[in-house]
């Protein structure tokens, strides 16, 4: 399967701790973003990547979140001192440089984060 | 912030009805995509339509924009239990990067 693929699948975390969250995107694509997603709403841009350089945040993210793309393939998502308020599913997509503006996107299946 | 509005939030139907989605946007775009979401599973592109299309086909999905009113729709004909899950419309925008804004969805389910 050369789909994109997030790990862990789940995580359940005591507030407080950090969390990583990893993606593999698909192998020629070259954009890589993050979203968040919460019950019973779509999708909530977090960071998108070109190569390996973040080009765009979220006005949402806080200081807590960081996201790398060491050398554009793969790419990590760091949550610190994690809150209740950030459960959630955290997915990540990816896609080809096909045309100037948006490309179709093609998402992991997510990382679904519980904080107790 | 989410930019598309769909409508009706949720829509229960019977196998081979058809089902009719809305979506509303609020600034100019450059394109519409429609996404279809299993429950607990990732998202999975259905149909992209540019600013500049009014129709477009694929297979038993039928998805409209009209950009005078900000909005689009999506049509699935001869619905499948199989159709049941959520679908968003996300909008492109005119400028910046290419990062997508999704709407909340409508949550489909198909009865056999």
């Known amino acids: 399967d050369t789909g994109v693929s997030q790990d862990p699948r789940h995580k359940i975390t005591k507030r407080g701790q950090n969390v990583t969250f990893r993606c593999d995107p698909i192998s020629e694509h070259n954009r890589l973003y993050w979203y968040r997603q919460t019950l019973g709403q779509g999708p909530e841009f977090l960071t998108y990547?070109?190569?390996?350089?973040?080009?765009?945040k979220s006005r949402l993210l806080s200081d807590r979140f960081s996201a790398e793309r060491p050398k554009g393939s793969f790419s990590t998502l760091e949550i610190q001192r994690t809150e209740q308020g950030d459960s959630a599913m955290y997915l990540c997509?990816?896609?080809?440089?096909?045309?100037?503006?948006?490309?179709?996107?093609?998402f992991g299946n997510g990382t679904r984060l519980t904080v107790t | 912030s989410q930019q598309g509005e769909e409508d009706p939030q949720a829509l229960s139907i019977q196998e081979g009805e058809n089902a009719t989605m809305n979506c509303s946007y609020k600034?100019?775009?450059?394109?519409l995509q429609w996404y279809r979401q299993n429950s607990g599973r990732g998202l999975v592109h259905l149909i992209l339509i540019r600013s500049n299309e009014r129709e477009k086909h694929s297979g038993r999905l039928r998805v409209t924009l009209d950009t005078s009113k900000k909005s689009s729709s999506l049509l699935i004909t001869a619905s499948r239990a199989a159709d049941t899950a959520s679908y968003f419309c996300a909008t492109g925008m005119n400028s910046g990067y290419s990062t997508l804004t999704f709407g909340k969805g409508t949550m489909l389910l198909v009865s056999p």
């Open positions: 997509a990816s896609s080809g440089l096909v045309s100037s503006y948006n490309s179709p996107l093609h």
């Open positions: 600034t100019s775009i450059n394109n």
């Open positions: 990547f070109q190569n390996e350089a973040q080009l765009e």
